[in-house]
Protein backbone atom coordinates (compact mmCIF):
# COMPACT_ATOMS: atom_id res chain seq x y z
CA UNK A 1 0.00 0.00 0.00
CA UNK A 2 1.32 3.77 -0.78
CA UNK A 3 2.18 6.10 2.02
CA UNK A 4 2.06 9.35 1.27
CA UNK A 5 4.88 10.81 4.21
CA UNK A 6 4.32 14.60 3.51
CA UNK A 7 0.43 14.22 4.42
CA UNK A 8 0.78 10.59 6.92
CA UNK A 9 2.33 10.71 9.61
CA UNK A 10 3.86 7.26 10.72
CA UNK A 11 0.87 6.61 12.83
CA UNK A 12 -1.50 6.64 10.05
CA UNK A 13 -3.10 10.24 10.35
CA UNK A 14 -3.02 13.19 8.46
CA UNK A 15 -0.14 15.55 9.36
CA UNK A 16 -0.99 18.67 11.02
CA UNK A 17 1.19 20.52 8.91
CA UNK A 18 -0.22 19.38 6.02
CA UNK A 19 -3.94 20.07 4.15
CA UNK A 20 -5.30 18.44 1.13
CA UNK A 21 -8.10 18.86 -1.10
CA UNK A 22 -9.77 16.24 -3.21
CA UNK A 23 -11.40 17.81 -6.43
CA UNK A 24 -13.98 15.18 -8.06
CA UNK A 25 -15.21 15.69 -11.51
CA UNK A 26 -15.88 14.42 -15.02
CA UNK A 27 -13.14 13.38 -17.62
CA UNK A 28 -15.38 14.62 -20.14
CA UNK A 29 -15.14 18.15 -19.82
CA UNK A 30 -12.73 19.92 -22.61
CA UNK A 31 -10.41 22.97 -21.76
CA UNK A 32 -12.32 25.37 -23.56
CA UNK A 33 -15.39 25.12 -21.02
CA UNK A 34 -16.10 27.54 -17.98
CA UNK A 35 -16.06 24.65 -15.91
CA UNK A 36 -12.65 23.99 -16.71
CA UNK A 37 -11.33 26.92 -16.29
CA UNK A 38 -13.45 27.33 -12.60
CA UNK A 39 -11.65 24.21 -11.49
CA UNK A 40 -8.18 25.20 -13.06
CA UNK A 41 -8.16 28.49 -11.38
CA UNK A 42 -9.44 27.05 -7.73
CA UNK A 43 -6.90 24.68 -7.80
CA UNK A 44 -3.93 27.26 -8.77
CA UNK A 45 -4.95 29.31 -5.98
CA UNK A 46 -4.49 25.74 -3.46
CA UNK A 47 -1.33 25.48 -4.89
CA UNK A 48 -0.37 28.87 -3.91
CA UNK A 49 -1.70 28.41 -0.19
CA UNK A 50 0.58 25.02 -0.22
CA UNK A 51 -2.41 23.15 0.27
CA UNK A 52 -2.43 19.81 -1.81
CA UNK A 53 -4.72 18.62 -4.14
CA UNK A 54 -5.87 14.71 -4.85
CA UNK A 55 -7.96 13.88 -8.13
CA UNK A 56 -8.58 11.28 -10.01
CA UNK A 57 -5.65 11.52 -12.02
CA UNK A 58 -7.18 11.64 -15.29
CA UNK A 59 -8.53 13.98 -17.97
CA UNK A 60 -10.85 16.30 -18.14
CA UNK A 61 -11.57 18.29 -14.84
CA UNK A 62 -9.14 16.15 -13.04
CA UNK A 63 -6.28 17.45 -15.49
CA UNK A 64 -7.72 20.93 -14.79
CA UNK A 65 -7.31 20.55 -11.15
CA UNK A 66 -3.84 19.22 -11.44
CA UNK A 67 -2.40 21.25 -13.91
CA UNK A 68 -3.88 24.54 -12.22
CA UNK A 69 -2.21 23.03 -8.95
CA UNK A 70 1.35 22.48 -10.90
CA UNK A 71 1.24 26.44 -12.02
CA UNK A 72 0.31 27.18 -8.47
CA UNK A 73 2.34 25.41 -6.37
CA UNK A 74 5.42 26.23 -8.32
CA UNK A 75 6.94 28.66 -5.16
CA UNK A 76 5.50 26.21 -2.16
CA UNK A 77 5.98 22.55 -0.81
CA UNK A 78 1.90 21.29 -2.14
CA UNK A 79 1.76 18.35 -3.69
CA UNK A 80 -0.54 17.05 -6.61
CA UNK A 81 -1.82 13.38 -6.07
CA UNK A 82 -3.72 11.23 -8.58
CA UNK A 83 -5.67 8.08 -7.37
CA UNK A 84 -6.59 6.60 -10.66
CA UNK A 85 -9.22 3.12 -11.13
CA UNK A 86 -8.76 0.53 -13.11
CA UNK A 87 -11.40 0.24 -15.65
CA UNK A 88 -12.45 -1.40 -19.00
CA UNK A 89 -12.10 1.78 -20.59
CA UNK A 90 -8.79 2.50 -20.25
CA UNK A 91 -8.04 6.05 -18.42
CA UNK A 92 -4.53 6.76 -18.62
CA UNK A 93 -2.64 9.79 -15.32
CA UNK A 94 -2.36 12.92 -16.75
CA UNK A 95 1.24 14.43 -16.82
CA UNK A 96 0.50 16.99 -13.90
CA UNK A 97 0.81 14.63 -11.13
CA UNK A 98 3.51 14.61 -8.18
CA UNK A 99 2.41 10.89 -6.97
CA UNK A 100 0.04 8.62 -8.58
CA UNK A 101 -1.61 5.45 -7.31
CA UNK A 102 -4.02 2.89 -9.10
CA UNK A 103 -7.26 0.84 -7.62
CA UNK A 104 -8.74 -2.08 -8.62
CA UNK A 105 -11.78 -1.05 -6.39
CA UNK A 106 -13.76 2.16 -6.34
CA UNK A 107 -14.40 1.37 -2.32
CA UNK A 108 -10.47 1.44 -1.99
CA UNK A 109 -10.46 4.11 -3.69
CA UNK A 110 -12.73 6.12 -2.35
CA UNK A 111 -11.21 5.49 0.95
CA UNK A 112 -7.93 6.87 0.38
CA UNK A 113 -9.63 9.78 -1.08
CA UNK A 114 -11.69 10.10 2.46
CA UNK A 115 -8.56 9.25 4.55
CA UNK A 116 -5.98 12.03 2.36
CA UNK A 117 -8.69 15.34 2.24
CA UNK A 118 -9.47 18.21 4.55
CA UNK A 119 -12.05 19.51 2.12
CA UNK A 120 -13.80 18.08 -0.64
CA UNK A 121 -14.81 19.90 -3.74
CA UNK A 122 -17.43 18.42 -6.17
CA UNK A 123 -17.34 20.09 -9.62
CA UNK A 124 -19.60 18.91 -12.71
CA UNK A 125 -19.72 15.10 -13.26
CA UNK A 126 -21.99 11.95 -14.57
CA UNK A 127 -21.99 8.79 -11.90
CA UNK A 128 -18.64 8.36 -10.74
CA UNK A 129 -18.97 12.21 -9.54
CA UNK A 130 -22.03 11.61 -7.55
CA UNK A 131 -21.01 8.58 -6.13
CA UNK A 132 -18.20 10.30 -5.18
CA UNK A 133 -20.13 13.10 -3.45
CA UNK A 134 -22.47 10.85 -1.60
CA UNK A 135 -20.03 8.19 -0.58
CA UNK A 136 -18.34 11.33 0.84
CA UNK A 137 -21.23 12.89 2.36
CA UNK A 138 -22.69 9.78 4.28
CA UNK A 139 -19.43 9.01 5.22
CA UNK A 140 -19.33 12.41 6.94
CA UNK A 141 -22.98 12.05 7.94
CA UNK A 142 -22.44 8.98 9.90
CA UNK A 143 -18.91 10.32 11.19
CA UNK A 144 -17.08 7.60 9.95
CA UNK A 145 -15.05 10.83 8.89
CA UNK A 146 -14.41 13.81 10.56
CA UNK A 147 -16.85 16.85 10.01
CA UNK A 148 -14.89 17.78 6.66
CA UNK A 149 -16.68 20.94 4.16
CA UNK A 150 -18.68 18.82 1.00
CA UNK A 151 -18.35 21.85 -1.46
CA UNK A 152 -20.58 21.91 -4.75
CA UNK A 153 -19.03 23.96 -7.53
CA UNK A 154 -21.07 25.26 -10.28
CA UNK A 155 -24.16 25.75 -11.69
CA UNK A 156 -24.96 21.76 -11.85
CA UNK A 157 -25.68 21.81 -8.02
CA UNK A 158 -28.86 24.40 -6.79
CA UNK A 159 -31.41 21.97 -8.87
CA UNK A 160 -30.02 18.97 -6.89
CA UNK A 161 -29.90 21.14 -3.91
CA UNK A 162 -33.24 22.19 -4.29
CA UNK A 163 -34.45 18.58 -4.73
CA UNK A 164 -33.08 17.47 -1.76
CA UNK A 165 -34.79 20.09 0.44
CA UNK A 166 -37.71 19.41 -0.78
CA UNK A 167 -38.14 15.65 -1.43
CA UNK A 168 -35.94 13.50 1.19
CA UNK A 169 -35.75 16.69 3.60
CA UNK A 170 -38.81 17.73 3.77
CA UNK A 171 -40.00 14.07 4.23
CA UNK A 172 -37.85 13.59 7.14
CA UNK A 173 -35.49 11.09 5.46
CA UNK A 174 -32.39 12.99 6.72
CA UNK A 175 -31.93 16.06 9.25
CA UNK A 176 -31.38 19.67 8.49
CA UNK A 177 -27.96 19.21 10.37
CA UNK A 178 -27.38 16.67 7.70
CA UNK A 179 -28.62 18.74 4.40
CA UNK A 180 -26.18 21.46 6.81
CA UNK A 181 -23.18 19.66 5.59
CA UNK A 182 -23.03 20.91 1.91
CA UNK A 183 -22.08 23.87 0.85
CA UNK A 184 -22.60 25.79 -2.35
CA UNK A 185 -20.47 27.81 -4.61
CA UNK A 186 -21.27 29.41 -7.89
CA UNK A 187 -17.97 30.31 -8.28
CA UNK A 188 -14.08 29.41 -7.20
CA UNK A 189 -13.85 32.65 -5.13
CA UNK A 190 -17.05 31.15 -3.18
CA UNK A 191 -15.08 28.11 -2.73
CA UNK A 192 -11.80 29.23 -1.96
CA UNK A 193 -13.43 31.63 1.01
CA UNK A 194 -14.73 28.44 2.40
CA UNK A 195 -11.41 26.39 1.88
CA UNK A 196 -9.62 29.21 4.02
CA UNK A 197 -11.92 28.81 6.68
CA UNK A 198 -11.57 24.84 6.87
CA UNK A 199 -8.05 25.69 6.21
CA UNK A 200 -7.70 27.98 9.53
CA UNK A 201 -9.59 25.92 11.86
CA UNK A 202 -6.94 22.60 10.68
CA UNK A 203 -4.21 24.56 11.76
CA UNK A 204 -5.92 25.80 14.63
CA UNK A 205 -5.57 21.60 15.51
Same mark, same amino acid.
Given at each position: ?33 ? *? ?8 ? +? %? ?5 ? /??? !? &? ?45 ? *? ?8 ? +? %? ?5 ? /??? !? &? ?79
Amino acid at each position: MKVYRHIISKEGKIRKDRFAVAIFGSARIKNDRP *MYKKVYNLAK +M %LGERDID /VVT !G &GGPGLMNAANSGHKAGSRKTRAHSIGLGIKLPMEQSFNSSLDEKETF *MRFTQRLDKF +M %LLSNAVV /VAS !G &GVGTLLELFYTWQLVQVKHKDKIPVILLGPMWPGLLKWLKENPLNKGYFDNFDYDMLYYAKTEKEAIDLIDKAYKNFKKG
